[in-house]
Each structure stands twice: as structure tokens, then as C-alpha cells.
């Protein structure tokens, strides 16, 4: 081999090394990347499943309370009926002259009436309507959970939905980049290859190694762009 044929095998030669170095910290750095996606993919997971925890728990509690507000608000509306339906018989006492019934009836009446005053003060009037004639009619228990669940929103994460999404976005990176540590891997193999073969099929083997850790690279690049656009 000449004197200047040895020369270019040994430029060709450092290039090669110096090209399987690059590719190879690519790889490393890659690595640590896709490592660093499965700890995000767990934290998330983790996150969502613990919102999620959280909305049951809220949900749970608001609905208890519900249901002690309902259980009081009915035993209002009861005893106002007993109380109109034993009131509605004080003139009929009246007009037949029976002073001892009509003040039985005027004494149930007013103990129908303290009833359903203390009844109500266990019902959030918040979130009860009123009829056209003044009296609570409703309770409106979808207000009252929604504004129970945003309000517990203040101060924890209910919302198991965008913790999983986000673990399915972190463990997508992690595959493509699993797929790319591939690629660049039989980059390394191809550029290994050119280095060690003395026929011009180096020239092949360097251009397809090359060619596979550009590709790599120039996939990053438009992906990190386009993510600055978004």
C-alpha cells in the first residue's frame, strides 16, 4: 500500500472512530432520556391514580352530606303537610264550638311547625328553590356536587384523566426513543463495519451508518422544533 493510500485509510480510520464515538454518546444520552420518560410515565400513573382516589373520596363525602341534607329537607316538607292538613281542621273546630279540640289542634299545629323549622336547619337553603308561594320546594343536588367537587379542585388534583393522558404521551416518547437507541445501535454496527472492512464496501457501510444516525438526528430536531411551536 502506498504511502498515500496509507495516509487516507488512516483519515478514514479516525473517522470512523470519531463517528462511532459521536453515535455512541448519542445512544448514552438517549438512554438516559428514555429512563428519564419511564420515571415520568410512573409519576403520572402514580398522580392519576391518586386523583383519582381523591374524587372518590370527595364525591363520597359530598354525596353523605346530600343525603343528610335530603333525609331533612323531606322530613321538612312532611311536617309541613301534617301541619297545613291539622291546621285545616282549627276552623271546623271553631264553628262547632269544640274549644278543647281546636286547642289540641292549634298545639299540634305549632308542634308541627317547630318541627319543620328545626328540620330545615340541618338542609343547606343554598341550593333549595322556592314555589311562587314563598315555600322550599326543591333541592337542586347536581349544583351542590358540582360545587363541591370544584371547590375541593382548589386544593387537590381530581382529575385522574390528564395524569393518565400524560402517562400515555411520556410512555409513547419512551418506545420512539427505545426505537431510535435501535436505529443508532445498527448505525454503530454499520459504521463498525466500514472501519474494519479494506474493500470499497466501507464506503457502503459508512454511508448507510450515516445515513441512520442523520435520519435520528434530524427527526429530534423537527420534533423539538415543532414542540416549540405548540
Same mark, same amino acid.
Given at each position: 500500500?502506498?504511502?498515500?493510500? #496509507?495516509? %487516507?485509510?488512516?483519515?478514514?480510520?479516525?473517522? +470512523?472512530?470519531?463517528?462511532?464515538?459521536? /453515535?455512541?454518546?448519542? *445512544?448514552? &444520552?438517549?438512554? #438516559?432520556? %428514555?429512563?428519564?420518560?419511564?420515571?415520568?410515565? +410512573?409519576?403520572?400513573?402514580?398522580?392519576? /391514580?391518586?386523583?383519582? *382516589?381523591? &374524587?372518590?373520596?370527595?364525591?363520597?363525602?359530598?354525596?353523605?352530606?346530600?343525603?343528610?341534607?335530603?333525609?331533612?329537607?323531606?322530613?321538612?316538607?312532611?311536617?309541613?303537610?301534617?301541619?297545613?292538613?291539622?291546621?285545616?281542621?282549627?276552623?271546623?273546630?271553631?264553628?262547632?264550638?269544640?274549644?278543647?279540640?281546636?286547642?289540641?289542634?292549634?298545639?299540634?299545629?305549632?308542634?308541627?311547625?317547630?318541627?319543620?323549622?328545626?328540620?330545615?336547619?340541618?338542609?343547606?337553603?343554598?341550593?333549595?328553590?322556592?314555589?311562587?308561594q314563598g315555600?322550599?320546594?326543591?333541592?337542586?343536588?347536581?349544583?351542590?356536587?358540582?360545587?363541591?367537587?370544584?371547590?375541593?379542585?382548589?386544593?387537590?388534583?381530581?382529575?385522574?384523566?390528564?395524569?393518565?393522558?400524560?402517562?400515555?404521551?411520556?410512555?409513547?416518547q419512551a418506545?420512539?426513543?427505545?426505537?431510535?437507541?435501535?436505529?443508532?445501535?445498527?448505525?454503530?454496527?454499520?459504521?463498525?463495519?466500514?472501519?474494519?472492512?479494506?474493500?470499497?464496501?466501507?464506503?457502503?457501510?459508512?454511508?448507510?451508518?450515516?445515513?441512520?444516525?442523520?435520519?435520528?438526528?434530524?427527526?429530534?430536531?423537527?420534533?423539538?422544533?415543532?414542540?416549540?411551536?405548540?
Open positions: 500500500m502506498s504511502t498515500t493510500s #496509507s495516509a %487516507a485509510y488512516e483519515r478514514f480510520q479516525t473517522g +470512523t472512530t470519531i463517528l462511532i464515538a459521536i /453515535v455512541s454518546t448519542a *445512544i448514552a &444520552l438517549v438512554a #438516559s432520556q %428514555a429512563a428519564v420518560k419511564m420515571g415520568q410515565v +410512573t409519576e403520572a400513573e402514580h398522580n392519576g /391514580v391518586l386523583a383519582k *382516589i381523591n &374524587l372518590e373520596r370527595v364525591d363520597g363525602s359530598s354525596r353523605i352530606r346530600l343525603t343528610n341534607y335530603l333525609r331533612a329537607f323531606d322530613e321538612y316538607r312532611f311536617t309541613r303537610v301534617l301541619q297545613k292538613l291539622t291546621s285545616g281542621y282549627i276552623p271546623q273546630a271553631v264553628s262547632a264550638g269544640e274549644k278543647d279540640y281546636e286547642t289540641r289542634l292549634r298545639q299540634e299545629t305549632a308542634a308541627r311547625r317547630e318541627e319543620s323549622d328545626i328540620a330545615l336547619d340541618f338542609v343547606h337553603l343554598g341550593y333549595v328553590d322556592s314555589n311562587s315555600e322550599y320546594s326543591n333541592f337542586r343536588n347536581e349544583e351542590f356536587l358540582n360545587d363541591e367537587r370544584e371547590g375541593a379542585e382548589i386544593y387537590q388534583d381530581l382529575d385522574p384523566q390528564d395524569n393518565f393522558a400524560d402517562a400515555d404521551a411520556f410512555r409513547t418506545l420512539l426513543m427505545s426505537a431510535s437507541m435501535i436505529v443508532l445501535f445498527i448505525s454503530v454496527m454499520f459504521l463498525t463495519w466500514a472501519q474494519i472492512t479494506h474493500s470499497m464496501l466501507r464506503w457502503i457501510w459508512l454511508g448507510a451508518g450515516l445515513l441512520l444516525a442523520l435520519g435520528i438526528g434530524a427527526a429530534y430536531l423537527l420534533n423539538s422544533l415543532f414542540g416549540l411551536l405548540a
